[in-house]
T-cell receptor, first 116, second 116 residues
Framework: AQTVTQSQPEMSVQEAETVTLSCTYD???????LFWYKQPPSRQMILVIR??????QNATENRFSVNFQKAAKSFSLKISDSQLGDAAMYFC?????????????FGTGTSLTVIP | DSGVTQTPKHLITATGQRVTLRCSPR?????VYWYQQSLDQGLQFLIQ???????AKGNILERFSAQQFPDLHSELNLSSLELGDSALYFC???????????????FGPGTRLTVT
């Protein structure tokens, strides 16, 4: 079974600074997708960014970018110019591209604190 | 607002009871997924339905069952409830079902179940 590992249970960052959240995954597939979801105190799950494994270019969404290292099976999230509203739990997720359903596998999450 | 609705928002019930959680996917989405998130835990995939048919199964207990109706809404039935079933139950939907493009999942607000 696929596993997603987030080795940082908690992280903190100063407002306006940059922080990187780590994620590694284990798979034997060549085609898959990776996602970062944000879960603020409201508990709503919000998609932050996604990456297709076949794309070499790292995905970017405004202040959020990823460092996708396919060979190393690493998928880190960089948040630039951190804002107070970025404080949340962040989950890394993996989804394979297979004809048997597109189940997501989630990591255990990283709790991000933004210090004013 | 993701477009995915879940009812009820909160549910308090006693051990041994049975409850039904309801989910309406985004307009046009054919797939529905159910997840369980226990306190301070990641999301555990329970089950996926695509256009009325079960497509993938995760760590779903035998006491739990789900179905997707012709109008594509889904219900998750939890029976013989135990204290450990207390959790946030998320429903998510996506456009595709199996081999598909970058069909990320859109999450509902969740149903918080408390078993006393």
């Amino acid at each position: 079974a696929q596993t997603v590992t987030q080795s940082q249970p908690e992280m903190s960052v100063q407002e306006a600074e940059t922080v990187t959240l780590s994620c590694t995954y284990d798979t034997s597939e060549s085609d898959y997708y990776l996602f970062w979801y944000k879960q603020p105190p409201s508990r709503q799950m919000i998609l932050v960014i996604r990456q297709e494994a076949y794309k070499q270019q790292n995905a970017t969404e405004n202040r959020f970018s990823v460092n996708f290292q396919k060979a190393a099976k690493s998928f880190s999230l960089k948040i630039s110019d951190s804002q107070l509203g970025d404080a949340a739990m962040y989950f890394c997720a993996y989804r394979h591209q297979r004809n048997t359903g597109n189940q997501f596998y989630f990591g255990t999450g990283t709790s991000l604190t933004v210090i004013p | 607002d993701s477009g995915v609705t879940q009812t009820p928002k909160h549910l308090i019930t006693a051990t041994g009871q049975r409850v039904t959680l309801r989910c309406s996917p985004r307009s046009g989405d054919l797939s529905v997924y159910w997840y369980q998130q226990s306190l301070d835990q990641g999301l555990q995939f329970l089950i996926q339905y695509y256009n009325g048919e079960e497509r993938a199964k995760g760590n779903i207990l035998e006491r739990f069952s789900a179905q997707q109706f012709p109008d594509l809404h889904s219900e998750l039935n939890l029976s013989s409830l135990e204290l450990g079933d207390s959790a946030l139950y998320f429903c998510a939907s996506s456009e595709g079902g199996a081999v598909s493009a970058h069909y990320e999942q859109y999450f509902g607000p969740g149903t918080r179940l408390t078993v006393t």
